[in-house]
């Protein structure tokens, strides 16, 4: 089975004499967080339109779990969930019954996935409490529910975050992560906002004016960016052994100096403070150095506005 969840090759989209969507290759690999960033208007959502079949590209081509041709793509369309915009919510319906009816639109069989789905998404508890009571927050997790009721491989997400409070914000994002680490599910996600992608993709695409500017993985922005935690010890070898094993990762470099950069746990300090003392390291330096991660992308675009 192939690694690869989807790649495009040349992708556009025009509109008249406007590029929405030009010439785009984008990989996307299985278990990704693929966070996809670009200004309002950058060509995001058509995009995205596009993977899902809700649009029609002008010119080039698009491989869906290895299925390229028009028949086969349609097929592995339906391994996939989506929100694009605003999810489509019966306002004067419960949780549950909004739920039962895009089960009998999507032809899911049974109705056990519906309870599953609502508990998966913290929404057991709503009882007979109608749509157009929930908060943003709850409206965005129910949409995500239906985006989930199938069981797709593949979920796409445009601006999910949109509107929605600091607690919303973190609670549909520690939810993306936990289907992410529990169900394998491998995820593109779109946001103009980079500090929100930051905290939860591993790659990254931007997209500026309709192309695809640039792709990397977490580990490569953080060295483009040159974010790290600065950590001096007074034993460099077994705190990298310790790094590795206790906060599970290998995203760091232990530098001739005896210096650690660690590219990542950027807004969890204290817990790499704790986890280095409780092994009986003594840190001489700890301090977040780097330009920030906004700064490189305006950079990158070229016009000085956050991307």
Do not use: W
């Amino acid at each position: 089975m192939s690694d690869f969840i989807l790649r495009t090759k040349q992708l556009t989209k025009t509109y008249k004499n406007h590029h929405a969507v030009d010439q785009v290759e984008l990989t996307i690999r299985k278990g990704d967080i693929y966070g996809f960033i670009g200004q309002n208007g950058a060509g995001k959502s058509t995009m995205l339109r596009l993977v899902t079949g809700l649009g029609f590209p002008t010119d080039g081509t698009m491989e869906l779990f290895g299925k390229d041709a028009d028949k086969s793509l349609n097929e592995a369309q339906k391994r996939m969930g989506a929100i694009i915009e605003s999810p489509a919510l019966f306002m004067n319906m419960t949780a549950h019954e909004n739920l039962e009816v895009h089960r009998r639109q999507k032809g899911v069989p049974g109705v056990s996935c519906i309870e599953e789905t609502l508990k998966l998404v913290e929404l057991t508890d709503t009882g007979r409490k109608k749509v157009k009571n929930f908060s943003l927050g709850m409206k965005q997790r129910l949409g995500l529910a239906i985006a989930l009721l199938s069981d797709p491989e593949f979920l796409i997400l445009d601006e999910p975050t949109n509107g929605l409070d600091p607690i919303g914000i973190v609670e549909l994002r520690e939810l993306i992560k936990k289907l992410n680490r529990d169900k394998g599910l491998t995820v593109l996600i779109s946001s103009h906002i980079l500090g929100e992608l930051y905290q939860l993709a591993t790659t990254y695409g931007i997209i500026h004016e309709g192309r695809l500017i640039e792709e990397l993985t977490l580990r490569e922005l953080d060295e483009k960016c040159s974010q790290h935690l600065k950590i001096k010890v007074d034993d460099a070898d077994s705190a990298a052994a310790v790094i590795e094993a206790q906060l599970s990762t290998t995203n760091f470099d232990v530098m001739p100096d005896g210096i650690i950069n660690l590219y990542g746990h950027l807004e969890d300090v204290r817990e790499v403070s704790k986890v280095l003392t409780g092994n009986g390291l003594i840190i001489e330096h700890l301090s977040r150095n780097g330009d920030s991660l906004e700064s490189y992308f305006s950079k990158l675009v070229g016009d000085g506005r956050n991307a």
